[in-house]
């Protein structure tokens, strides 16, 4: 069945280029015309549905790049997964997934799982069994033996551990392969979160074999050391990316221009509750990593958004207060639309697929309320959500 959806205000992107008063034809779930409105309705027969939003802003579906599906956001989200079976871990997830959807999230890159959970998720959401958006997953992330996020099933220990942990992933259908190059703050016992789990040979085999399976490879890494093998090894995105040392930071600039040169894409993974992080960790610190990436994006380091879903404090029904870290860091709203759009669908690889009101791609779009070029809370006001052309209506 075709659609035509028109709005006051049409996205097409990058940096804000928009249309007044404007339309997309969907077919069969894909965009196959953009335009002025009375142009579009002139080309297109008559009796086609229309949904009309006269005074809100369509726009293209937002990119999460960071979440954890198995994850419950709760005060101790690890006990939680250990106490709950897969098939209460499964129901959960999928009404994560809802909630995700719900506030305009179309794609979301899960980073994080059990037992292959999450690949039965994204088929089912995307057979249409199940709604949700399109998931890109990673399965069980590469760490090391007692290492960060250790739970998830993943230890490798050695050169042939690690080859077998990646190649489990792949024939189980992951969409990219994750590997915790240094320590983290959720695993209790594990290493400091500045401390390297692998050496840049280990790093090194696990993009090897990602590149052999034509998959892109996320590092963990907040730690200078593991920061510095994971762009030696020419991984694709780099999550959290906090410069930290023993005591206090490790900036290193040259690390940074290599960044920015070779595309390598960094996800702060900057939760709903950031200003709350902020207080815990320290106005000062915080000011320094929050300055830091501020820097990172004025020499060219391509900057995504993500939530950190699932951790303590990160729900999956915010986005729109994770994209207020970028306005923080000085961001135009412009800006952090097309990195929750099209820059994030360029970094994960999707571009062809998503991330922008084109003819040929996915039709994943909402419809808002008011204008978000001038104001994101605009993305709060949620009128219409389109995944692969099946509309959703949120609740409120």
Known sequence: ?????????????????????????????????????????????????????????????????????ALDAGPDPVSALDEVDDTALSSAMAQRATQLLDVGITTARDLGDRNGLVFRLRNDIASGRLVGPRILAA??????????????????????AIRATVRRNVERGADVIKVMATGGGIT??????????????????????????????????????????????????????TWIARDGFDIREDL?????????????????????????????????????????????VRLIAGTDAGVSRAVFNDFVSSLEFFEH???????????????????????????????????????????PLNDLQALRSIRLVLRGGRPRVPER
Not at 333 to 351: C, K, M, N, V
Request: aromatic share 4%.
């Open 188 to 241: 209790k016992g594990g290493p400091p979160i500045w401390a390297a789990q692998f050496t840049a040979a280990e790093l090194d085999i696990v993009v090897e074999e990602a590149r052999r399976a034509g998959l892109p490879v996320a590092a963990h890494a907040h730690g200078t050391p593991g920061i510095a093998a994971a762009v030696a090894a020419g991984v694709n995105t780099i999550e959290h990316c």
């Open 256 to 300: 940074i221009s290599t960044m920015a040169a070779n595309g390598i894409a960094v996800c702060p993974a900057a939760s709903p509750d950031w200003r709350g992080f902020a207080q815990r960790f320290g106005p000062e610190r915080a000011d320094i990593m929050f300055g830091t990436l501020r820097r990172m994006r004025e020499q060219g």
């Open 139 to 160: 399965g069980t992330p590469v760490t090391a033996p007692g290492g960060h996020c250790w739970f998830f099933g993943g230890e490798a220990d050695g050169a042939d």
């Open 1 to 69: 069945m075709d659609t035509i959806v028109s709005a006051g205000r049409v996205l097409l992107g990058p940096a804000g280029h928009h249309i007044t008063d404007g339309a997309v034809v969907i077919h069969n779930g894909v965009i196959t015309d953009v335009g002025p409105r009375k142009d579009i309705e002139a080309r297109t027969p008559r009796g086609i549905t229309s949904l009309a939003y006269p005074h809100g802003t369509l726009l293209p579906g937002l990119i999460d790049t960071h979440v954890h599906l």
């Open 329 to 371: 860091i000085g961001c135009t709203p412009a800006e952090i639309i097309d990195l929750a759009t099209s820059g994030a669908a360029q970094a994960l690889g999707i571009r062809h697929i998503t991330g922008a009101l084109q003819p040929g791609l996915d039709a994943d779009l909402l419809v808002v309320n008011g204008n």
